[in-house]
């Protein structure tokens, strides 16, 4: 099975690195595209494959192509890959907001799998939500997650309404751990602690919280009540952050980032 990746960046890097650890495809069969001569080169000294700089020597010989190149890039690189593409072949895309039937009409092609990955894939700790055309079959689909899975966690959505809900809760969801562990970690250096004690006194505790929630059954709420007592000091936060509506605000900013998402997708 050959893979082809058109895009060399971040996250086409990351797939090749994690389907070549992983052993889903040797170097002999993944193909990357990548027009920047300068970034080609740098990839080319990776040992991740074979590296190419036009289309028509690899396009054709691919069974599963992804598209991980910018939204914004969509239409050209269509352009570029229309006439080299066949029907039997699996289009898997991460272009955010670009939706199947785009790519469908883009490339002239019917079997497409749209992802939304977000940034810990590049770690192998990802989440990625997944759909795709009718025409896709059942061992195509199989063969593509099992890929995707190098990277972490994967779920199938039903429809692409749920790949927009996915980006606005998986996909921006690392940027609002960041902010939260960015205000508890002002907190901790406000209370006179070093950088450095700071950091890890936070990273450590979303870590170990984060490990906690995965290994039982309990909801979040039932943690934070295991996590409380009446009059302590857990308490007196809880309080503070229901005043402060801070839940309420963490969902509303969940929604826009979904309602964007929505935006980015009807634009042609």
């Given at each position: 099975m050959k893979i082809l990746i058109i895009g060399g960046g971040n996250m086409g890097?990351?797939?090749?690195?994690?389907?070549?650890?992983?052993?889903?495809?040797s170097k002999d069969d993944m193909m990357i595209l990548e027009k920047s001569t300068d970034r080609a080169s740098e990839l080319s000294k990776k040992d991740i494959g074979i590296v190419y700089s036009e289309a028509s020597p690899c396009?054709?010989?691919?069974?599963?192509?992804?598209?991980?190149?910018?939204?914004?890039?969509?239409?050209?690189?269509?352009?570029?890959?229309?006439?080299?593409?066949?029907?039997?072949?699996?289009?898997?895309?991460?272009?955010a907001g670009v939706k199947i039937e785009q790519i469908q009409e883009?490339?002239?092609?019917?079997?497409?799998i749209r992802a939304m990955p977000n940034l810990p894939a590049q770690i192998g700790r990802g989440m990625t939500a997944f759909t795709s055309s009718e025409e896709v079959t059942r061992i195509e689909l199989i063969t593509v997650q099992n890929l995707l899975n190098t990277t972490g966690k994967t779920v199938y959505v039903a429809?692409?309404?749920?790949?927009?809900?996915?980006t606005a809760i998986s996909g921006s969801g690392p940027a609002y751990v960041f902010l939260f562990m960015d205000a508890m970690i002002s907190?901790?250096?406000?209370?006179?602690?070093s950088p450095a004690e700071a950091e890890l006194l936070v990273s450590q505790t979303f870590l170990g919280a984060t490990e906690l929630y995965n290994s039982?059954?309990?909801?979040?709420?039932?943690?934070?009540?295991?996590?409380?007592?009446?009059?302590?000091?857990?308490?007196?936060?809880?309080?503070?952050f229901e005043h402060q509506?801070?839940?309420?605000?963490?969902?509303?900013?969940?929604?826009a980032a979904l309602n964007r998402a929505i935006e980015l997708g009807q634009v042609k």
């Open positions: 890097l990351t797939y090749a690195q994690s389907f070549l650890r992983t052993q889903n495809a396009v054709p010989l691919a069974d599963i192509v992804i598209l991980a190149v910018k939204p914004q890039d969509a239409k050209g690189m269509f352009a570029t890959v229309k006439d080299k593409v066949h029907h039997q072949q699996v289009f898997l895309s991460i272009m883009g490339l002239g092609i019917k079997k497409v429809s692409e309404k749920f790949i927009d809900a996915a907190a901790a250096r406000g209370m006179g602690f039982g059954d309990f909801t979040c709420r039932e943690w934070i009540q295991k996590v409380s007592s009446k009059g302590g000091t857990t308490e007196a936060a809880m309080l503070s509506q801070v839940k309420n605000h963490i969902i509303e900013g969940a929604n």
